[in-house]
């Protein structure tokens, strides 16, 4: 199947405060955020016309910027406005979108406090991340790169700089034949996936990486309110790699991979049962309900 390069795409992009072609969205070689990864982005997903956990994204992105030392001159209302007009400006009800926000071309150095920052939001159509046959289980292979110290990067923000380790992973694991590659942290424990949240079922509980060297995502969170909701224990805990031989079920949550079961993770093999089949219907009913709803649902 041939790919459509991004560069060539029929549509319409916002760009600093207007919506434009979607080809000429361009940006200068020389731009601070592509030599120095001085950029920060989301990734959000519309359901029926309604973009899951907006402002929520949005309030991540400007304090993704603020991380890495700049503030995005647009305002969380400005910001939920434009989303929302990218995806009317394409005609688009079900989508993922991109805000990217990044330091300009005024100056290329380690040093750029000069630089204009830029906003930038795209949409288009994309399925789950791992296609119509996740609900089968995805297969994981072990990543060789760990996720950073806390004290080495800025785990805690978007921050796209962060993701070169993860597309290295992922890289290495589809050419052994994975869907993707668990990632461990620093001192061997079990990070995440190299885009998306990990969930352990062990002896009736909920167990979860306690998100000290990667992102707190947001879908992460709505899985974990949802099982409180149905009474199923959530830990948040550093997981030695060991414990995967005690789960019974495995699955991971982000906004491109939605709810997916994992099936194996090298050598060890899992069954999606009643708790991740109870998430994943609890999960594709929130999305579709109304932004209040989810509100409610979700905190």
Excluded at 256 to 278: D, K, L, N, Q, Y
């Amino acid at each position: 199947m041939s790919l459509i390069p991004f560069d060539d795409r029929d549509g319409t992009i916002w760009w600093d405060g207007q919506l434009i072609p979607w080809r000429d969205a361009k940006l200068h070689v020389l731009s601070h955020g592509l030599h120095y990864a001085s950029a920060v982005f989301e990734g959000e997903r519309a359901y029926s016309g309604n973009i899951f956990r907006l402002r929520d994204h949005t309030n991540r992105l400007i304090h993704s910027g603020k991380i890495l030392g700049f503030d995005i001159p647009y305002t969380a209302d400005e910001i939920d406005a434009a989303c929302n007009a990218v995806l009317k400006a394409n005609n688009l009800t079900d989508a993922y979108i991109r805000p990217l926000a990044w330091r300009g071309s005024e100056q290329l150095a380690v040093s750029a406090q000069k630089t204009k920052i830029h906003l930038a939001i795209a949409a288009w159509p994309w399925p789950n991340l791992f296609g119509a046959d996740r609900m089968k289980g995805v297969r994981l292979g072990m990543a060789q790169w760990r996720r950073p110290d806390p004290r080495t990067a800025p785990t805690a923000s978007k921050a796209a700089g962060l993701y070169m380790i993860g597309t290295l992973s992922k890289h290495a694991a589809e050419a052994e034949g994975f869907d993707d590659a668990l990632m461990l942290t620093i001192e061997g424990h079990i990070a995440e996936a190299t885009g998306a949240n990990i969930f352990l079922t062990i002896d009736g509980a909920l167990h979860t990486p306690t998100p000290e060297s990667f992102l707190d995502g947001i879908t992460r969170r709505t899985v974990m309110a949802l099982a409180r909701a149905r009474q199923i224990p959530v830990i948040e805990r550093r997981i030695p790699l060991d414990d995967l031989d005690r789960a019974t079920e495995v699955f991971l949550a982000g906004t491109a991979a939605e709810v997916t079961p994992v099936r194996a993770i090298g050598t060890h093999s899992f069954t999606p049962g009643a708790i991740t089949e109870a998430l994943i219907a609890d999960y594709t009913a929130l999305i579709h309900m109304s932004p209040e709803e989810v509100a409610k649902r979700a905190a």
